[in-house]
């Protein structure tokens, strides 16, 4: 939570480069309003526009459990309520004020990103197994737990987890932390699995059906705010509006808040 006597900020956006799996991409227009702040094991990691923070809670953990370990316990790091969550291959361009703005008006308890390909879990454990090298047999451990919950594979829609905003809220605090028990539950002795955007999804479908969520497409990360890049790259990550598919949430189609 915020805390008195200390500078507040009207939003937090937290990133995280963990390894030598992501380079950090310094914040191209700075917001005196906004905190800036990237956890790293990188004692060395220098930026002139994040706040740099070592964790040394994190030390043992494999590279996804560190990512994880901040993605979903955000308000560990920030001092703000509101935190816009970003994967380390994102560059941010310019002031993320309306975007946030626009979610904090609309009341929602969280803002997430509508796959643009894909908007069914089944096709992406496949487009997994074939493009990414990610198991059959983690695959099938997924779907059968996911099943297993009750989550319906028939409803169309599926979120991505690379650009969120959440507020510092019972249901998310809930929702973060289901999500990384998860993670360690399919994952093995090595490291947590790797593939939540699947699992977050089957969550909330399952546990939080009530959830408003404030849904964007991933246009907004191929846009004059933010830039998405391949892994530990400055190259862009190619974007086609021609193959977008109807967004749904939850077998439901809904319209997505442009920007």
């Not at 914040?27 to 905190?35: H, Q, R």
């Not at 959830?211 to 497409?217: E, H, L, N």
């Not at 939850?250 to 442009?258: A, H, M, P, Q, S």
Request: charged letters at 25%; glycine letters at 6%.
């Amino acid at each position: 939570m915020a805390t008195t006597g200390v500078k507040q900020y009207k939003y937090s956006i937290l990133t995280f480069v963990f390894g030598e799996y992501e380079k950090l991409h310094e914040i191209e227009g700075m917001d005196s309003e906004v905190e800036y702040v990237c956890v790293t094991d990188n004692e060395n990691l220098q930026s002139d526009t994040w706040k740099i923070i070592i964790d040394s809670e994190l030390d043992g953990k494999g590279v996804f459990d560190k990512c994880f370990s901040v993605r979903y316990n955000p308000f560990k790091y920030v001092k703000s309520d509101v935190c816009v969550r970003v994967d380390g291959s994102i560059c941010i361009h310019k002031s993320l004020t309306p975007i946030v703005n626009k979610f904090i008006e609309s009341d929602c308890d969280a803002c997430f990103m509508l796959h643009p390909y894909r908007n069914n879990l089944i096709t992406e454990y496949n487009t997994w197994i074939k493009c990414r090298n990610f198991s059959i047999e983690r695959a099938k451990e997924h779907i059968n737990f996911l099943g297993g919950l009750g989550y319906d594979f028939n409803k169309k829609g599926m979120l991505e987890i690379g650009f969120n905003i959440v507020k510092n809220t019972k249901i998310n605090n809930e929702l973060n932390g289901m999500m990384y028990r998860i993670q360690k539950y399919l994952g093995d002795e090595k490291d947590v699995d790797r593939l939540d955007q699947t699992v977050v999804t089957g969550i909330i479908g399952v546990f939080f059906p009530d959830m408003k969520i404030f849904a964007v497409g991933e246009s907004i990360i191929h846009s004059e705010y933010m830039t998405w890049c391949y892994h530990n790259s400055d190259e862009e990550v190619p974007y086609a509006p021609s193959m977008v598919l109807k967004p749904h949430l939850f077998g439901k189609e809904v319209i997505l808040n442009d920007f």
